[in-house]
C-alpha cells in the first residue's frame, strides 16, 4: 500500500497509480498541496510504489 | 518531468508558465523572477532601505530571504499580536521569525501590541466589539497602523509584504463579487507613498502560494506550518480553494485573472481616483492619516479598551 497524510489524515490507495490519480482518489486537489516523499519533493507523474510514504504538505494560509 | 534548463528530474512545475524546474535551477529562477517585478512595477531600487513585514510564514520570511540574495538593503518587522488560542501561535511564529533572523545576520524589529497599547488583539477585539467574535478586521487595522508607524519613523523607503498571487487573487475574486470599486481601484502591486504614508509593495504577488511553499521547503525555510486559529473557515481560504479548483481545471486561469485585471485597469477600464479621493486629515492622536474627521480606525479602537 501507499501512505498519504496531509495535516493529521491518513490516507491508503494502491501501489501502481500516479501521484496525480492517488490524490484525485483521494480527493485533495494537487494545486493545494506539495507531495514529498523520503524528503525529496515529488511531481504529480511520479508513480508511487508500494510502501511508499508521502507527505502532503498543505500550501494555503491566510486569515 | 525534465528540468527545462539542465534535462535534469524536474522537482517543481508549473503548468501556468509551461515551465518545470529542478531544485537548483528553481532556486534560482524564484529570486530572478521577483528581481524581475520589482522593475516592472517599479517597487523600488538598489539604494532604498526596505522593511518586510515578517509574519513566520512561508511568504514573508521567503521574501525576506529572496529580497537579501540580492543584495537589497532590507530589515524585518515582526507584529506580537498576542494570540494564543491555546497554541502558542504568536509566540512560535516570533521565534521562528527571530531564529530566521539571527541565523542570517539581519535585523529584526519586533513591535508587541499588548505592550504598546496594554491589549492583544484578541482583547482588543473583544473589548471594541468589532468582528463578530473573530479579531481579523482589528488585527487588520493593527498591523495597517504599526506598519506604517515603525516604515515612517525608522526612516524605511519601502514597507514589503508576502502577499502571493492566491492571496491578490482570493481579494481580486471578492471585491469583484461584491463589485467595491474603490477597493478594486486600489487593488495594485504598488501603493505610492502620500502623505505620512509609507510605499507599500508586493513583490511576490506574481507567483502561486504553492510556489512560495515549493520555495521554502526547498530552501530550507523553517517557517510556521500551523494557521493563526483564527483564520479557520475564513472566506480568503474558501476563495483560495474555490480558485484552485478552477486551476486545476485550466491552468492559467488564476495568473490571466489578476494580469488581465491589472492591465485593463491601466487600459482605464476604472475613472481614475478624483482629488476627494485624496482628501485624508491627521488623526489627532497618532498623525497617521485618516479619512474621516476624527480618530483613524487604530486610534478608535484602542480608545475604546482602554
Ligand atoms: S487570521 Fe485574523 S487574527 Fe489571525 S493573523 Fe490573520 S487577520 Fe490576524
Ligand atoms: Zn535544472
Ligand atoms: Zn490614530
Redesign the interface.
Same mark, same amino acid.
Given at each position: 500500500m501507499v501512505k498519504l497524510t496531509l495535516r493529521n489524515q491518513q490516507y491508503e490507495v494502491k501501489p501502481g497509480m500516479t501521484l496525480l490519480s492517488s490524490l484525485e482518489k483521494i480527493g485533495v486537489?494537487? !494545486?493545494?498541496?506539495?507531495a514529498?516523499r523520503n524528503g !525529496?519533493?515529488?511531481?504529480?507523474?511520479e508513480i508511487l510504489k508500494d510502501g511508499d510514504e508521502v507527505k502532503l504538505?498543505?500550501?494555503?494560509?491566510?486569515? | 518531468m525534465k528540468c527545462k534548463t539542465c534535462g535534469g528530474k524536474a522537482t517543481v512545475n508549473m503548468r501556468q508558465h509551461k515551465l518545470a524546474l529542478c531544485s537548483t535551477h528553481y532556486l534560482g529562477w524564484v529570486p530572478e523572477q521577483t528581481a524581475r517585478f520589482i522593475k516592472k512595477y517599479w517597487m523600488f531600487g538598489p539604494d532604498e532601505r526596505v522593511l518586510v513585514a515578517v509574519s513566520g510564514g512561508k511568504d514573508s520570511l521567503s521574501l525576506w530571504d529572496i529580497l537579501h540574495r540580492l543584495g537589497y538593503q532590507v530589515d524585518g518587522l515582526y507584529l506580537g499580536l498576542g494570540i494564543d488560542e491555546g497554541i502558542g501561535y504568536s509566540d512560535e511564529s516570533h521565534r521562528l521569525s527571530a531564529k530566521f533572523a539571527s541565523e542570517r545576520g539581519l535585523k529584526l524589529h519586533v513591535v508587541d501590541i499588548e505592550k504598546e497599547y496594554g491589549a492583544s488583539i484578541p482583547m482588543l477585539a473583544e473589548k471594541s466589539r468589532r468582528g463578530h467574535g473573530r479579531p481579523c478586521s482589528v488585527c487588520g487595522v493593527a498591523k495597517r497602523h504599526e506598519m506604517n508607524r515603525i516604515a515612517r519613523d525608522m526612516g524605511y523607503d519601502v514597507l514589503a509584504t508576502g502577499h502571493n498571487l492566491d492571496d491578490e487573487v482570493a481579494v481580486l475574486f471578492a471585491n469583484t463579487l461584491a463589485w467595491s470599486a474603490d477597493l478594486l481601484r486600489r487593488q495594485e502591486p504598488v501603493l505610492r507613498e502620500s502623505d505620512g504614508l509609507a510605499r507599500k509593495v508586493k513583490p511576490l504577488c506574481r507567483f502561486y502560494e504553492k510556489e512560495m511553499a515549493a520555495y521554502a521547503l526547498l530552501r530550507g525555510i523553517e517557517y510556521i506550518y500551523e494557521e493563526c486559529p483564527f483564520s479557520v473557515g475564513s472566506t480568503s481560504i474558501y476563495y483560495k480553494e474555490l480558485l484552485n479548483r478552477l486551476e486545476n481545471e485550466r491552468p492559467g486561469a488564476k495568473l490571466a485573472f489578476y494580469v488581465k485585471f491589472l492591465e485593463a485597469k491601466k487600459n482605464g477600464l476604472f475613472t481614475p481616483p478624483t482629488e476627494k479621493d485624496f482628501i485624508l486629515t491627521a488623526c489627532p492622536k497618532c498623525g497617521q492619516p485618516t479619512s474621516g474627521d476624527g480618530l483613524c480606525s487604530f486610534c478608535k479602537i484602542v480608545g475604546k479598551a482602554g
Open positions: 486537489l494537487p !494545486e493545494s498541496v506539495i514529498v !525529496e519533493m515529488i511531481l504529480e507523474d504538505v498543505a500550501v494555503i494560509s491566510g486569515g | -
